[in-house]
Each structure stands twice: as C-alpha cells, then as structure tokens.
C-alpha cells in the first residue's frame, strides 16, 4: 500500500475510458460502477495528453456510426468531456518525459510496453500518483517496477 503520497489521485488508462464510453468493450459494467465510486468517494482522475489523443483516435476509428459528421461530433464531445477540469486533470507529455519514456523502454525491452503507456507510467511516478484505472494488463505488469497499483481492490464493494 502507497504512504506518502495523495491516497485519492488515479490516472485513469484509455482502455478505462474506452470501457466506459461504449457499451461493448469487454468490462463496460465494471468502468461505469468503478467512475461512479471514484466520483462518490473524491477521486482526483489524471489522463496525459497522449491519453486523449488515443481516446480521440478511438472514437474517430473503432465507433461504428456511419456518418462522418455524427462521428467526429463524438469525438469532439468526448475531447470536452476529457477537458472538463472538473472531472480530469491532464499531465502534459514533454520533450523530457518521452526522451526518459524511450529509455525505459529499451530497458524493458521483452514487455509489449506502448509509448503512451510508459509516459503514462512515468508521469505517475513523477507526480506521486499511487493509483491506476486501467482494463489492460501493461499497468499491471509496470506496477510492480513502478510502484503504483490498481484502484479497484480498494475501491469499496
């Protein structure tokens, strides 16, 4: 268990979002049940700007509405939901973080790490951010070498 550190921040994966936003990926229940707990019980969520680039692209490339202007309209209200500094705090990825990102990859270099992953892993770790909401297992398997861990066990039921 973290000490010392803001037991109520969580960097919020896009696989989370993804989750969230649309009712069929895999895990959909379980992100609207655990952003309803991080909300009711004073979670501050933090994404980077990659993250929103990803959920972008997501919503642009994986929604299946046909019509282009119907899409991008989603895209676009989800990049106002992702900016609402109400609910996210957005950590900027800069020329130093990704140079340290590509670093590390390299010395990780037998994990299927992305590069928006390890800058998410490393703002973690740079903001003392303890927690994670991810529905993928890279955080999982960072979290041991990072430091950080998943909210959902600590989440009440």
Do not use: C
């Not at 973690?124 to 430091?147: K, T, W």
């Amino acid at each position: 268990m973290p000490r010392n550190r803001n037991q109520k921040a969580v960097f919020v994966d896009t696989s989370a979002i993804a989750a969230f936003v649309n009712e069929k990926e895999s895990g959909h229940e379980e992100a609207i049940k655990k952003f309803g707990l991080l909300e009711e019980n004073g979670y501050y969520l933090f994404i980077s700007n990659y993250i929103v680039a990803e959920v972008y692209a997501l919503i642009l490339n994986r929604n299946k509405v046909k019509d282009t202007l119907q899409r991008t309209q989603l895209a676009f209200d989800m990049l106002e939901w992702l900016h609402d500094e109400e609910t996210f705090t957005i950590l900027f990825v800069d020329k130093l973080i990704e140079k340290k990102a590509r670093e590390e990859l390299l010395r990780h270099n037998d994990k299927l790490w992305s590069i928006a992953d390890m800058t998410s892993f490393l703002l973690m770790v740079e903001g003392g951010i303890p927690y994670f909401l991810s529905f993928d297992s890279d955080f999982n398997q960072a979290s041991g070498h990072f430091g950080f861990y998943d909210i959902r066990p600590y989440l009440p039921q």
